[in-house]
């Protein structure tokens, strides 16, 4: 614990926020593999896998950063989308110092419209001097 702790510390001196997303059970589950209506336990070594959430501990890790936030989604298939809605109405309101945006312009495509009208003059060429 005192690792992790450590750790959430540190990113909280850097200005980081820890968005904790608890899956599991607190008493300990098996994790499912595989398709919806084909599951089956996560084994290892032919012994089925169990996880314990421990809550706390990711609770504690998230209020150790500034802005940061903890969601429980229990043991079932998480809805992404409602956890980033979640996310996105808690930082509403909470100010960032910097904001950078890079927008990079592709610009492959002339490179590749040379590499085809180059290869086309190839054949072309190739097949007058064949004849």
């Given at each position: 614990d005192s690792?992790?702790?450590?750790?959430a510390?540190?990113a909280?001196?850097a200005?980081v926020r820890?968005?904790?997303?608890?899956?599991?059970?607190?008493a300990?589950?098996?994790?499912?593999?595989?398709?919806p209506?084909?599951?089956r336990?996560?084994?290892?070594?032919?012994e089925?896998?169990?996880?314990?959430?421990?809550?706390e501990?990711?609770?504690r890790?998230a209020?150790?950063?500034?802005?940061?936030?903890?969601?429980?989604?229990?043991?079932?298939?998480?809805?992404?989308?409602?956890?980033?809605?979640?996310?996105?109405?808690?930082?509403?309101?909470?100010?960032?110092?910097?904001?950078?945006?890079?927008?990079?312009?592709?610009?492959?495509?002339?490179?590749?419209?040379?590499?085809?009208?180059?290869?086309?003059?190839?054949?072309?060429i190739?097949?007058?001097?064949r004849?």
């Open positions: 690792f992790v702790e450590e750790a510390q540190e909280a001196e200005g820890i968005i904790a997303i608890g899956v599991g059970d607190p300990g589950a098996t994790i499912p593999v595989g398709e209506g084909f599951e336990p996560l084994t290892f070594r032919g089925v896998v169990r996880t314990r959430l421990e809550r501990t990711m609770e890790i209020r150790a950063t500034p802005g940061g936030a903890y969601f429980h989604v229990a043991t079932d298939r998480m809805n992404l989308a409602s956890v980033y809605n979640d996310i996105v109405t808690r930082a509403r309101g909470t100010e960032t110092d910097d904001l950078t945006v890079v927008e990079y312009e592709e610009k492959f495509q002339w490179f590749v419209g040379a590499a085809l009208l180059l290869l086309v003059l190839e054949g072309l190739g097949a007058t001097r004849n």
